[in-house]
């Protein structure tokens, strides 16, 4: 299986620069997983699609401003460092730009000294491991400093910081968002409770495997970065429940099916816990818990155009984003979304 085999032709001007003023007002997408079938819609369509008993998946993580731009207290040289993962003693692993200029014993400043850093090592695919140094509460200061980590096809500056967070986002750690939550409002979520359909949460915190594109050929090869996921045991009880009474669980974006699936054995029980997952899901794959998929339009021969390729077929997929380029649907992390059921 070839990663050019997830390849489609998207002009420029589809990718979506800037969130619609009202979330829920995007396009839908409706896809039938067994036949091909598309229609077209509102994203609060979805009302229609869910019944009472299914069950609704959204991960409840929130991006933290984890861009900082500073400088190399030696020359002044200015560097931008993009948080990815936290570790012990204030230590992050980091993407450090232009990477050459900061090696291991390199002292960083950001918002005049107001936090300091130092490069410890260099790790897997360049990443720099940093040590963080500072007076007050970490939070606060990269609350005043940093910026949302906005995907690099998205060049407009973004207004307003929280409308790259969902309005359910509440367990601070990613460094992307879970777009396709990003179509909810809190009135959307009421209406969806009031037709009987649950709304479960999981944690998984988005990290550099969001920006990083598929750079082998065999898809097999390819390597995902390690996520922290957690999942609650009266969650993981709710799902199984839902699951032994016939509903259906419905996860709300990739990162949610990745936690689902990671957590889930052989047997289609969810286990609560809090570990790391590299799942990779391509076609050939076969799902343990999940029923349904809402999700955004990614992009070509991404991980996460594989994952719907596997969960609803290859073909299909692609005949659904090519129909979608044809009726100018907007794609990526601020663009329309799509329900594959």
């Not at 940093?130 to 998205?154: H, K, N, V």
């Not at 986002?169 to 992307?176: V, Y």
């Not at 097999?220 to 009474?245: F, G, S, W």
């Amino acid at each position: 299986m070839n990663t050019s085999d997830f390849c489609y032709d998207l002009p420029q001007e589809l990718i979506a620069q800037d969130p619609l003023e009202d979330r829920s007002s995007s396009r839908l997408m409706h896809l039938d997983r067994k036949t091909g079938e598309v229609r077209h819609g509102v994203f609060t369509d979805i009302l229609e699609e869910l019944k009472a008993g299914d069950t609704l998946v959204i991960n409840d993580t929130k991006v933290i401003p984890a861009r900082l731009f500073g400088k190399k207290e030696d020359t002044g040289g200015s560097v931008e460092v993009l948080l990815l993962k936290r570790g012990e003693n204030n230590v992050w692993e980091t993407l450090v730009r232009p990477g050459k200029k900061c090696r291991p014993g390199a002292r960083l400043s950001f918002g005049d000294g107001l936090l300091k850093a130092e490069v410890l090592e260099v790790v897997e695919d360049g990443n720099r491991m940093i040590r963080f140094s500072y007076e007050g509460i970490f939070e606060e200061i990269l609350d005043q400093l940093g910026e949302m980590p906005l995907p690099p096809y998205i060049t407009h500056k973004l207004k307003d910081k929280n409308r790259y967070q969902t309005v359910y986002a509440r367990a601070e750690g990613s460094a992307a968002a879970p777009t396709a939550g990003l179509h909810f409002t809190k009135e959307l979520l009421e209406q969806v409770k009031a037709k009987g359909v649950n709304i479960a949460h999981v944690t998984l915190h988005v990290g550099l495997g969001t920006f990083r594109p598929v750079k082998v050929e065999d898809v097999t090869q390819h390597h995902m970065h390690t996520e922290l996921y957690i999942v609650e045991e009266d969650q993981a009880e709710l799902i199984n429940r839902t699951k032994r009474n016939g509903g259906r669980v419905i996860a709300v974006g990739t990162t949610s099916c990745r936690t689902l699936e990671s957590a889930t054995d052989e047997n289609g029980i969810l286990h609560a816990g809090s570990r790391w997952t590299d799942i990779f899901i391509y076609p050939g794959y076969k799902f343990r818990m999940i029923d349904g998929l809402i999700t955004n339009f990614h992009l070509p021969e991404s991980t996460l155009v594989m994952l719907v390729s596997a969960f609803a077929g290859k073909e299909h997929v692609l005949n659904a984003y090519h129909e979608a380029v044809k009726e100018q649907y907007r794609f990526f992390s601020f663009g329309d979304a799509m329900m594959i059921l």
